[in-house]
Every structure is written in C-alpha cells, then in structure tokens.
C-alpha cells in the first residue's frame, strides 16, 4: 500500500527547507541514516499521529540553470504530479508577490488539495500578516514558524484530512510483490518485458494504486507474482530528464508495495552514487532485496570479472550485505532463469519465522562465545529474545538496560542470528527492551 504524499511548494527563500527539515526533524519518526549511503533531504517518510506519509521538499529539487519563474514552474510540475497533498508556502514578512501569484495560478489547475501556509509568522502579533494571503484563493491560510516550529500540527492535521482513502492491501498474502528500482537507462524496462516474455505466462495487465504504473500479474512455477512497474517512467520531458533525483521520487512509490526490490545496476557503467541512495530507500523500507546486474553481456570478461565486480558492488553497498547478486543480461536474456529462484528465496526469509526457544539457544550461545560488553561498570544482561513481527524478521531483546547494548554488540547478535537461520535476502531488525 503506497503512503500518501505531501510535497512542499512556493517560490524560493520562503523557507521550504526549513519547514521540511523542522517536520522531518522533530514531528515525525524517521529512520536513522545508514552508513555507506549518501542522502539528501528531497524526501522522507515519516507519520504524524495516525498517518504514516512521504513528503517531498522541491526546494531540493535542482532544476539547474534555467531561469526564475521557469525553476519554479518546473518544481512545481514535479510536486503536482507526486503529490496527494500540497503544501503552498509563503512568506509572511514579505506579504503576497507576483512570483506566489504565479505559483497559485500553476496549483489551480493542479486540481489537488492545496493546504496554504504562511511561514515567518514567529509570534502573536504577527497573525494579523496572514489575511492578505486569503486573495491567493485557497482558504484559510496557516500560519506557521519554521525557525520555532510553530503551527506545523495544525498544518499537518489540515493536510491529513485531505489523504486518500486506501484499500489495506492490494493483493493476496500468497502472491509475491516485486519491483524494479534503479536510475534512468540501467534496463528496468527491458527486464520487465524479459521476465515476461521469457515465460510467456503473464495473465493479464491491470491498473494498479500506484499513478501511471501497470501492475503485471506473472505465474511462474505455480506461484504467482506481480511486477510492480517504476510509477511514471514512461512519461518523458524536459523536466524528468534534467531532474536525476527524479527516479528515486518514484521509486519510492513501488518499494511501498513490494515485498522484494531488484536493486537494477548497469553493468556498463558501473556503480554511481545515485544506486547506493535508490538503494538505501529499499534497505530503510525494511523490503527484501536482490542486486541485480543488468546488461552484463555487453562487458568484456575473464576469469576475474564477475567475482571482481561482486567485491566492488559489497564495498559500496555495505549496508546491503545481506542481498544475493544476480549478472544477467535482458537484452540477451542470458542467465535470467536465475532471478526468479532469488526472488523466491528473499520473500521467503523476509516473512520467516523461528521458534523462540532455538531462538534464545542461538543467543545465549552467542553471549557465551563474546560476553556483553560493559560501560563504567554496568554490564549489559541479556535476559530474553523473541521475535515480534515478518517484513521484515524483527526480534525485540529483554535487558536490564537498553543503552548498555552498542550497536557493535548489536550487530554481532545479527550476525548470529543469520549464521543460525540464514535470513539471505532479508534485511532484520533488533531492539532492545527493558524487562518489566
């Protein structure tokens, strides 16, 4: 099930960012930065009280050199055609300007709910400053401190009111979700259309939640898939082409709705820093992931080659160490029997459960081969584990005191747990909680 979207528009210096990072922040819950992964901050995902949702800031949207109302236009294009929701900021110091009448005049036709705010108001008296706002014709504006973080509860509770409706879930638990996630030109298409071709057994194409996506329905070996096209690659113009950090906008769109994510790497060019980041949006979604090399036939090859790239790919995508690597070519279509088997085993140990008592075997094992570390002479004691949920394996750890256990320890417990029940293909999570 795909989150909702809020992205943020206005003409630039009237504080996008700022309201974004001041959300991001301290109003909702986001997932810690991962090592090895290079981020921006052009879109999180987050929750606010009830409502989990992605938000997107187009103040970090980087049109390039073209000029002022055309940067705006283009940005907010973009958001329009992402967003469930829009924020429309202004500048409550400056007052209403024709470059937010310009702004409005492209949310007009957006036919979206526009949720108006005017930012900079950072004290009572300053409320009076907001009525002009009213003549940009979306209602009642609010009016919001992102410097104090004033007002944004009330801007977030407006916005949620204006969420869509969304069925629970879009297909059966038995049926295996995947989708194809990578930068522009790397070959996601082209794979599609060869797992499909290759097995000629597709059922039928059917709209799917996501905007401008068709969800392909496979049957292969009696089990049934669906592909989960990237939302809107199709469409082509100035504005996606010149905009890179475009692809990871939509790709978050099918992760949501996965249970496995092909990480697609152009085998011809190698990795560049946009992978690791689509990648590391996989890896934070908690989804099951496969690497998967594409156009490896056009590579010149030895005896080294493979095993060579393979090194590489574990260097650069570190925090992906639990994700098996497939070279295959959908041009060619060689080597691409082998895909099918490691979506297979992924969404297999990303729903996989272990029995708690062999569980805590394996833990207290590991406890006995490397002691828990102490810290000013507390000593963290592990008491008991279990596992709380699948999609991913998650374990919740009893301990006397939480902060007691570094993430080093953490991660030799992971290690573990994956030496004991394999989980290849499946990220997991641990936490650690006091015992009552």
Known sequence: MAKPVIAIVGRPNVGKS????????ERISIVEDIPGVTRDRIYSSGEWLSHD????????????DEPFLEQIRQQAEIAIDEADVI???????????????????????AKKPVVLAVNKIDNPEMREQIYDFYSLGFGEPFPVSGSHGLGLGDLLDEAAKHFPKRDTKDYEDDVICFSLIGRPNVGKSS??????GEERVIVSDISGTTRDAIDSILTYNSQEYVIIDTAGMRKKGKVYETTEKYSVLRALRAIERSDVVLVVIN???GIIEQDKKIAGYAHEAGRAVVIVVNKWDAVEKDEKTMKDFEENIRDNFQFLDYAPIVFLSAKTKKRIHTLMPMIDMASENHARRVDTSILNDVIMDAVAMNPTPTDKGRRLKIYYTTQVSVKPPTFVVFVNEPE???????????NRIRDAF???????????????
Do not use: C, Q, W
């Not at 700022?18 to 922040?25: A, E, P, S």
């Not at 949702?53 to 390039?64: A, C, E, K, R």
């Open 18 to 25: 700022t309201i974004f990072n001041r959300i991001v922040g």
């Open 53 to 64: 949702f992605n938000i997107i800031d187009t103040g970090g949207i980087d049109i390039g």
């Open 87 to 109: 924020i429309f900021l202004t500048n409550g110091r400056e007052g209403v300007t024709s470059a937010d009448e310009e702004v409005a005049k492209i949310l007009y036709k």
């Open 191 to 196: 794979l599609v259309n060869a797992i499909l």
């Open 267 to 269: 085998a011809e060019e």
């Open 404 to 414: 007691l256990m570094h993430f080093s320890y953490e991660r030799f417990l992971e």
């Open 422 to 436: 394999g989980f290849e293909g499946t990220p997991i999570k641990i936490f650690p909680r006091a015992r009552k």
